[in-house]
């Protein structure tokens, strides 16, 4: 089924993937998947096209400073219930009150001392989410959240929510919870803050 509606393309060239309302499938033919164009991994990085700079920015540089501090704006945003829903918009059945609950719940599962991983994976996966490819998202979103972010952290951040997002099943799909929706608009600030840091600096 066809419903990943947008693309977003990451400073090493990985792609978020954006969750749209229900899109009506539309039929494969031949080997076609259900994603066009190519989703470039972090297995990518290496041979990318900010060659012959590293594949992770070092500490420091204007592209890991934008990445940090889109972060600390997001997730002061995430404490606030203020964080700008996705660019796709609300899914049906999310309300501006649910989202900004979600917002929250996701801030003290993931940021606050003592964290709540245990509770978001559990919330996720009793919505559909596939356990492991969810487990390994909310394990790369607190490194990204608790160290010296980096293209590199934020990618694996990505790929790993890209890895939810293909894994996942038809009702989580079409009744996206409010709390993914929320790290979607988390990823999407630190994508974009990348991407101007990147054009920016004329890479």
């Known amino acids: 089924m066809n419903l990943l509606n947008f693309r977003l393309v990451l400073l090493a060239g990985l ?9 009506p499938a539309q039929a494969q033919t031949g080997n076609a998947s259900d994603v066009t164009g190519n989703i ?9 096209a900010f060659q012959p700079q590293p594949s992770t920015p070092v500490r420091g540089t204007p592209v890991a400073a934008a990445i940090n501090a889109a972060l600390d704006r997001a997730v002061a945003q995430l404490s606030a219930g203020t964080l700008a ?3 796709t918009g609300l899914t049906a059945g999310v309300t ?4 900004r609950n979600a917002q929250a719940s996701l801030y003290s599962q993931l940021v606050s001392p003592g964290g709540g991983a245990a509770t978001l994976l559990n919330s996720l996966t009793a919505q559909g989410a596939p356990a492991a490819q969810t487990q390994q998202l909310i394990a790369q979103l607190v490194s990204l959240l ?9 990618g694996a951040a ?5 890895s939810v997002v ?3 099943n038809a009702n989580f ?21 990348a991407l101007l840091a990147a054009s920016a600096a004329g890479n």
Do not use: H, M
């Open 15 to 23: 792609v978020l993937i954006g969750l749209s309302k229900a899109v």
């Open 166 to 168: 293909r894994s996942a």
């Open 146 to 154: 608790s160290s010296e972010p980096s293209a590199a952290t934020l």
């Open 96 to 99: 501006q009150i649910t989202y």
């Open 40 to 48: 470039i991994t972090t297995g990518d990085i290496a041979g990318g």
């Open 158 to 162: 990505v790929e790993a929510y890209n």
């Open 173 to 193: 799909l079409t009744n996206i919870p409010a709390e993914f929706q929320a790290i979607q608009a988390l990823l999407e600030t630190a994508n974009n803050a």
């Open 85 to 87: 829903p996705p660019t």
